[in-house]
């Protein structure tokens, strides 16, 4: 199979979740040179040997294709994962600036949900750069604090399988893996786009979930962590320039009244506008 190599800027990794086929899965989506959004899904991310991780507005080549079993426009799967080759990181000097080139330069920016709502009926999109014109709220609420124990049995036993072709590396990550813990929270953001129309939409990007683990290691309680989590989202947060990165489920999508989720956002600091040459 002759497949190009495509050159990646990673932008959402989404928190990880359960998986019977592939154990643990994280959903990634980024945007191609030409500014054209792909999402690469699934990747067993924690599984990938530590010279293959790659982070968040960090470049990648990969070989992709067409992941025949998702309908959504923008859905590839990785070839090989061995074959991934890690590039430049694109850092936030001078306030953002070549993140800001790139993202707000080279990807369409929506401002309508309907709008959204109707190309992902349509199977046009299913991913998309979005900015809301006000926050009015951050919610929170508890939800199923344990993965499912029978799912759990299952993908510890399957990861504990010897593969025949396993390297001596391979073998000791699945000996010392642990699956990832369960957010017993939900976070939402409530807000308006350009029309006054007022949504609800579930935040599902990696960064929040790490951000609740490391403000209880740092907190007396849940309570008290959780407040942390509040003030970064509602205070420090909307202080910035933020946009948000949307995504549809493959299960909901052009089937849910709005199947978009917040997968990601994009905070630079407030600056003056900035004209793109494009």
């Known amino acids: 199979m002759n497949v190009e190599k495509t050159r990646v800027l990673i932008l959402v990794k989404t928190y990880p979740t359960l998986s019977k086929k592939y154990s643990e899965l994280v959903c990634t989506a980024g945007m191609k040179e030409d500014g054209s959004w792909v999402r690469i899904y699934p990747v067993p991310f924690r599984f990938l040997e530590y010279g293959k991780r790659y982070k968040k507005y960090q470049w990648i080549e990969v070989k992709l294709m067409r992941n025949s079993s998702d309908p959504r426009p923008e859905s590839y799967k990785i070839v090989n994962v061995n074959d991934i080759k890690l590039l430049d990181i694109i850092d936030t000097k001078d306030k953002w600036r070549k993140r800001r080139e790139l993202v707000l330069g080279k990807l369409k920016i929506y401002y309508s949900i309907e709008e959204l709502i109707k190309k992902a009926k349509n199977f046009e999109l299913s991913l998309a750069l979005f900015k809301p014109k006000s926050i009015d709220d951050f919610i929170i609420e508890s939800t199923e604090r344990e993965w499912d124990k029978e799912l759990i049995r299952k993908i510890e036993n399957n990861i504990k399988q010897p593969g025949l072709f396993d390297s001596e590396e391979e073998k000791l990550a699945k000996e010392t893996f642990r699956l990832v813990r369960k957010l017993p929270y939900k976070f939402f953001y409530k807000f308006q786009d350009e029309t006054g129309k007022q949504c609800r939409l579930?935040?599902?990007?990696?960064?929040?979930?790490?951000?609740?683990?490391?403000?209880?290691?740092?907190?007396?309680?849940?309570?008290?962590?959780?407040?942390?989590?509040?003030?970064?989202?509602?205070?420090?947060?909307?202080?910035?320039?933020?946009?948000?990165?949307?995504?549809?489920?493959?299960?909901?999508?052009?089937?849910?009244?709005?199947?978009?989720?917040?997968?990601?956002?994009?905070?630079?600091?407030?600056?003056?506008?900035?004209?793109?040459?494009?």
């Open 202 to 278: 579930m935040i599902e990007d990696w960064e929040i979930g790490q951000l609740f683990w490391n403000c209880l290691e740092n907190s007396k309680n849940e309570k008290e962590a959780l407040e942390k989590v509040r003030q970064k989202y509602m205070v420090e947060l909307t202080k910035k320039d933020l946009y948000f990165f949307l995504g549809t489920t493959k299960k909901f999508h052009g089937i849910a009244k709005n199947p978009f989720l917040i997968i990601g956002l994009f905070y630079p600091p407030k600056t003056e506008p900035m004209l793109f040459d494009l």
